[in-house]
């Protein structure tokens, strides 16, 4: 089911999401797809802390934007990665949004906002 992504901070849509809430969607995330229809929204499970919420992007085609937000959905991070890469967000997250490479550059997403999925 889709939703929309908002940021609630400055009242801008990020687009629509899908979630992936299950070890096996989350396992499987947006791995070897050649397009982005909609973004995706990982929810990780709660008492995991900075390295339990780091992900990867092998046998990711396309670059993506991250949004790393803790349990109160506000953003704790964002980065932009190529395929192959790794990262581990700044502080833990408990939803990491796969974005759509350039998604956030006319939005002025920052450190500190906080999202809504509508």
Known sequence: ??????NKT???NLGSVEFADSFF???RGLMLKKELPSGLVLKIPKGRGKKGSA?????????LDLIFADENKKIVD??????????????????????????LVS???EIGDFIEFE
């Open 10 to 12: 400055k009242n801008t």
């Open 25 to 27: 969607s989350r396992f």
């Open 55 to 63: 992900i990867h992007m092998f046998f990711m085609r396309i670059p």
């Open 107 to 109: 939005s002025q997403t």
């Open 1 to 6: 089911m889709e939703k929309i992504l908002i």
């Open 78 to 103: 964002i980065v932009t990665l190529d395929p192959w890469a790794t990262y581990t967000p700044r502080a833990p997250a408990r939803f990491v949004v796969e974005l759509k490479k350039g998604s």
